[in-house]
């Protein structure tokens, strides 16, 4: 019984490929691979002036600007570097969400804690993964941001 359900499949699935083979041809030129188009014709696409904006994606840009406005409405400049790879777990100003609090610290303790994670010594996967590529002075221009954030702190309270 098995060996005939075996064989009826096979002859059905030689049968598709037969029909297939002589019908559509898309991977010879046939009919069905006029539709995507030639190499050329994407080659001129991808050499064309870019587009204008639409409606949406100026939406999104403005959408954006208010998230970052309003994530630093009482913050502090820090650098892009802090912004994109510390300040999602550390918090804008280094006051911790899900990461320890880093303001406070002098930058002497942040290098050395990091040069702990980056060799491994102190175990956190998200911290190494995050410092593996950089190099030691990178390291210590992050430390020396992250020493200076009382002093921005206060300056910034001193404005408002």
Same mark, same amino acid.
Request: some cysteine; overall charge negative.
């Given at each position: 019984?098995?060996?005939?359900?075996?064989?009826?499949?096979?002859?059905?699935? +030689?049968?598709?490929?037969?029909?297939?083979?002589?019908?559509?041809?898309?991977?010879?030129?046939?009919?069905?691979?006029?539709?995507?188009?030639?190499?050329? =014709?994407?080659?001129?696409?991808?050499?064309?002036? %870019?587009?204008?904006? =639409?409606?949406?994606?100026?939406?999104?840009?403005?959408l954006k600007s208010l998230k970052e406005k309003a994530g630093?409405?009482?913050? +502090?400049?820090?650098?892009?570097?802090?912004?994109?790879?510390?300040?999602?777990?550390?918090?804008?100003?280094?006051?911790?969400?899900?990461?320890p609090k880093l303001i406070g610290q002098t930058s002497e303790?942040?290098?050395?804690?990091?040069?702990?994670?980056?060799?491994?010594?102190?175990?956190?996967?998200?911290?190494?993964?995050?410092?593996?590529?950089?190099?030691?002075?990178?390291?210590?221009? +992050?430390?020396?941001?992250?020493?200076?954030? %009382?002093?921005?702190?206060?300056?910034?309270?001193?404005?408002?």
């Amino acid at each position: 019984m098995k060996n005939a359900i075996v064989g009826v499949l096979a002859v059905v699935i +030689f049968a598709s490929m037969a029909y297939v083979a002589s019908n559509g041809r898309a991977y010879h030129g046939g009919e069905a691979s006029k539709g995507f188009g030639t190499f050329q =014709d994407s080659q001129q696409t991808a050499s064309a002036a %870019p587009a204008a904006k =639409d409606d949406r994606e100026i939406e999104q840009e403005e959408l954006k600007s208010l998230k970052e406005k309003a994530g630093n409405v009482n913050a +502090f400049k820090v650098s892009d570097d802090y912004k994109s790879k510390c300040a999602s777990c550390h918090g804008v100003n280094g006051e911790g969400t899900v990461g320890p609090k880093l303001i406070g610290q002098t930058s002497e303790q942040i290098y050395s804690a990091l040069i702990e994670f980056k060799s491994g010594r102190k175990e956190n996967t998200v911290m190494k993964g995050l410092l593996i590529s950089l190099t030691e002075e990178d390291l210590k221009e +992050f430390a020396d941001e992250i020493g200076e954030f %009382p002093a921005r702190a206060e300056a910034q309270r001193n404005q408002q």
